[in-house]
């Protein structure tokens, strides 16, 4: 059962994530990301499909240096976790800055919605 402070830290760690203050890293699993604090602790969030229930689980896990596990808290426990997945990987994968690549600015000046390709830009 997640304490009012685990769920205070879930939602820190979304906080700082929505403000680009964490830079979240990919793993060799893909549903799984992982970002370090302080030199010393990392924290991942996951994602698992069940088969049984048919549907998503996420949760996030604070490790010290050692790998011991600190807290694991459930999207059961907080909703925020789910969110928190998602945005971690939009974060590691830089979705925001391929979007901006495709749709270019606002006038239409590069390539995407509106622009001119150029033939640079085709993928053959």
């Known amino acids: 059962m997640a304490t009012e402070k685990d769920l205070k830290f879930v939602e820190f760690v979304l906080e700082q ?3 680009g203050k964490i830079h979240w890293e990919v793993t060799a ?3 799984k990301f992982v970002v370090s604090f302080k030199g010393k602790y990392k924290v991942t969030v996951d994602r698992y499909y069940d088969d049984d229930d048919d ?3 996420f949760w996030m896990t604070l490790f010290d240096d050692s790998d011991r596990e600190l807290l694991k ?3 059961g426990d907080s909703p925020l976790v789910s ?3 998602f945005l971690a990987k939009r974060n590691a994968l ?3 800055t391929a979007l901006d690549e495709i749709m270019g600015d606002e006038a239409g000046s590069s390539s995407g919605a509106g622009g001119q390709i150029k033939d640079d830009e085709i993928p053959f």
């Open 55 to 57: 549907v998503y689980r």
């Open 29 to 31: 699993d893909e549903n």
């Open 83 to 85: 969110q928190l997945f």
């Open 73 to 75: 808290i459930y999207a």
């Open 17 to 19: 994530t929505k403000a």
């Open 94 to 96: 830089n979705i925001d």
